[in-house]
């Protein structure tokens, strides 16, 4: 083979070992797949399909019973549908909020929208430090554009587009102008905002706790766990975390309307406590009111309830008092207020004794029965249903206060479904010699819920910044506005760099192209070349 062939043949085989090294695949290798796996998890796209994850995953939190707000409906729920709660206790489908896969859900989040936002700002930021670009050569043919004969200057021109809030630069021959430049600050402000949102909801829910209580005319409360009737902390609250303070409900009044069409609608709510801040500080005097807490180092209390506690005495069948106390009362009638109360007395002897009564705050007879005509106690009285027997609180089945069980229990004498109530003071007689009730008095009592959230003043704050964000983002448009003047003859273009923006800037151009033509109006202030960057847009 001759030398030319020679040649050609390596030629060839060079150029097609190139070839398969340009089609080889090329592998990421860990940093790679690691930057590929960044910018995926910061891009918009991500970030909307995770909040549309997040809102799907609070859905099961609604749908079935949480353990950290009502245990005892998770509880009923194994008992009635024990192999579905089974499965659904796998997923977490009972502890939503504080699963593993719901904090995920919640982390990425955060962490797309930060990966998305801080670089935007940075942008953004060297963006506003930019001077605005110089002239095209051709302004006729953007999207607005004029020419007029004239004799203003470069100067004249850009104090102009400064009165008007522009950014301004001049360069040799042109005056270039830019604002709106808020559009992508409010922008920016409402994604920051939803970072500081959620960040202020996770503190809320790991440091915060809320529960609930009832407290009866005369008793106090002091902020323990013990202390509650239902408590829902946060994953990070312990008992030392609670604020330590005290009060004491010295009294509560309830005023209705009297007389006419509204008559016993409420007119106003008033608790009067003696509070103490700490262990050790002076009792100070509050009134607490609906919607106006009692406020103790960010521990806030609110009056969500009120109800009867009327007092009764206990005497067993030994003779011996074997109660003597308030009994809080549920309202069966939201307009009279008549109540429904059980009482239990397990130290009764011979026998335990409970019982179902009916109190009436303002009772008038109606044929057979006696009812309640207003909720305030103008005329209180009781009917009272006794039962003795075994009240089941040894069993270890949980029972509510509110409810009585009369498996095991018998009437004692004869029942009616209207007996004679008891005015203040009476006493009735039981049967079998098992003892006797006195209706001694009527106390009230409130419900509290007491609630402790570290990210609520964030919250409120990142919901206000996210509106202003928001509106700045839809009504602001950035726009920019050149002018070259050669020779005496003033050529104005201009465009809008948001889309759908183009009807409104025509106007404004419109007086811009106005305010040059007719020249800087008196008392103009110097005027001169503008620093790179021109100073800050105000719009």
């Not at 003071?425 to 409130?446: P, S």
């Not at 928001?470 to 948001?498: E, N």
């Amino acid at each position: 083979m001759s030398a030319p062939d020679d040649l050609a043949s390596a030629v060839q085989e060079e150029s097609a070992l190139q070839e398969k090294e340009r089609t080889k695949p090329v592998g990421l290798g860990p940093v790679g797949w690691l930057r590929w796996f960044w910018r995926t998890l910061t891009s918009m796209r991500t970030a909307l399909i995770l909040l549309f994850l997040f809102a799907l995953g609070s859905v099961p939190g609604s749908v079935y019973p949480q353990r950290g707000v009502d245990p005892a409906r998770v509880a009923q729920y194994f008992k009635d549908n024990p192999a579905q709660a089974k499965w659904l206790d796998r997923f977490w489908l009972f502890d939503v909020f504080s699963s593993p896969w719901f904090a995920a859900i919640y982390l990425l989040l955060f962490v797309s929208l930060a990966g998305c936002v801080f670089p935007r700002a940075l942008v953004h930021i060297k963006e506003m430090r930019r001077r605005p670009p110089a002239a095209p050569r051709n302004l006729l043919r953007l999207p607005h554009g004029e020419t007029f004969e004239g004799r203003l200057t470069l100067e004249q021109a850009a104090a102009a587009l400064r009165r008007r809030r522009f950014r301004v630069a001049v360069g040799d021959g042109w005056v270039a102008a830019e604002k709106g430049y808020l559009r992508e600050t409010g922008n920016l402000l409402f994604h920051v905002a939803l970072l500081v949102l959620l960040f202020a909801v996770g503190a809320g829910g790991l440091y915060g706790y809320r529960g609930n209580v009832l407290v009866v005319e005369g008793d106090g409360f002091s902020n323990a766990v013990a202390a509650y009737d239902r408590f829902m902390p946060g994953n990070r609250v312990t008992a030392e975390s609670l604020e330590p303070f005290s009060f004491t409900l010295k009294d509560f009044q309830a005023s209705y309307v009297a007389a006419g069409d509204k008559q016993g609608q409420p007119l106003d709510y008033l608790a009067k406590l003696a509070v103490q801040d700490s262990p050790t500080a002076t009792p100070r005097e509050v009134d607490l009111k609906v919607n106006d807490p009692l406020d103790v180092n960010g521990t806030l209390t609110y009056l969500i309830g009120h109800g009867y506690a009327p007092t009764f005495r206990v005497t067993d069948g030994k003779g011996q008092v074997a109660y003597d106390g308030p009994v809080p009362c549920l309202a069966d009638d939201q307009a009279t207020y008549t109540s429904e109360c059980v009482i239990k007395v397990p130290d009764a002897q011979p026998t335990q004794l409970g019982f179902l009564a009916r109190f009436l705050p303002t009772t008038v007879p109606a044929g057979n029965a006696w009812v309640s005509v207003f909720p305030g106690a103008a005329n209180p009285t009781v009917q009272v249903f006794p039962f003795g027997g075994d009240l089941g609180l040894k069993s270890g089945q949980p029972q509510s206060v509110y409810q009585l069980d009369t498996t095991n229990l018998k009437p004692l004498g004869t029942m009616s479904a209207q007996p004679t109530p008891l005015n203040l003071g009476e006493t009735k007689e039981l049967a079998d010699g098992a003892g006797k009730i006195q209706f001694t008095g009527v106390k009230e009592w409130i419900s509290l819920q007491i609630t402790y959230d570290p990210g609520r003043e964030p919250a409120l704050l990142a919901a206000a910044a996210a509106v202003i964000g928001l509106v700045l983002s839809l009504t602001i448009r950035r726009r920019r506005v050149w002018v070259r003047v050669k020779d005496g003859t003033v050529t104005v273009g201009g465009l809008t760099r948001t889309e759908g923006g183009g009807a409104a800037f025509a106007e404004e151009f419109a007086q811009i192209v106005t305010a040059l033509r007719g020249g800087p109006p008196t008392g103009d202030p110097p005027t001169g070349n503008a620093a790179p960057g021109g100073r800050p847009d105000e719009e």
